[in-house]
T-cell receptor
Framework: EPEVTQTPSHQVTQMGQEVILHCVPISNHLYFYWYRQILGQKVEFLVS????????KSEIFDDQFSVERPDGSNFTLKIRSTKLEDSAMYFC????????????FGPGTRLTVL | AQTVTQSQPEMSVQEAETVTLSCTYD???????LFWYKQPPSRQMILVIR??????QNATENRFSVNFQKAAKSFSLKISDSQLGDTAMYFC????????????FGKGTRLSVIA
């Protein structure tokens, strides 16, 4: 069964450094999302993406964040200058169009900012 | 804005028993989707069940079923014959039925299944 994949599974970085989180959505899916979950808290929406542009973004998704689909398969989330409070689990999700509205999640990347 | 409320932070159930997790939501939309996701200790988000708001029939998936009350904006999850592998965080989520809209999650209910 096709699945969303994410790399790395765990990323440790120093405050102020740039990180790029990688996602490969399910191949026939056209809608892509990033969510984050701070430990012990609920899952929060960051950004949605369709047709090579951002569809919607939350207040969390400020100028330090960006997303890109550099080729036909990858979908990346970049954090330019990480802060301690960016430490969280980051989930990528994707879904197809045409009435199938279930979002399928990747296994997540645990980001630790020291 | 949509909100999702899960009023039970933690619950426990004996193996083989039945448990119901509560979820209420607030929206002005008439058409939308509701989901329950399971998050085991691995922290993977796994879809348990989905419900389309325009369908009156409650969704079922094997041991999992929902009680969807649209007028009351309530969407509870019933787990029958609970198994140890059901131990996880359970998140209720809402999604509008248009375009590329995100999921809105509740805070979750931590379910422990006891042998």
């Amino acid at each position: 069964e096709p699945e969303v994949t994410q790399t790395p599974s765990h990323q440790v970085t120093q405050m102020g450094q740039e990180v790029i989180l990688h996602c490969v959505p399910i191949s026939n899916h056209l809608y892509f999302y990033w969510y984050r979950q701070i430990l012990g808290q609920k899952v929060e929406f960051l950004v949605s993406f369709y047709n090579n542009e951002i569809s919607e973004k939350s207040e969390i998704f400020d100028d330090q964040f960006s997303v890109e689909r550099p080729d036909g398969s990858n979908f990346t989330l970049k954090i330019r200058s990480t802060k301690l409070e960016d430490s969280a689990m980051y989930f990528c999700a994707s879904r197809t169009t045409g009435g199938q509205d279930t979002q399928y999640f990747g296994p997540g990347t645990r980001l630790t900012v020291l | 804005a949509q909100t999702v409320t899960q009023s039970q932070p933690e619950m426990s159930v004996q193996e083989a028993e039945t448990v119901t997790l509560s979820c209420t939501y607030d929206t002005s939309e008439s058409n939308y989707y509701l989901f329950w996701y399971k998050q085991p200790p691995s922290r993977q988000m796994i879809l348990v069940i989905r419900q389309e708001a325009y369908k009156q029939q409650n969704a079922t998936e094997n041991r999992f079923s929902v009680n969807f009350q649209k007028a009351a904006k309530s969407f509870s999850l019933k787990i029958s014959d609970s198994q140890l592998g059901d131990t996880a965080m359970y998140f209720c989520a809402f999604m509008k039925h248009r375009g590329n809209t995100p999921l809105v999650f509740g805070k979750g209910t931590r379910l422990s299944v006891i042998a």
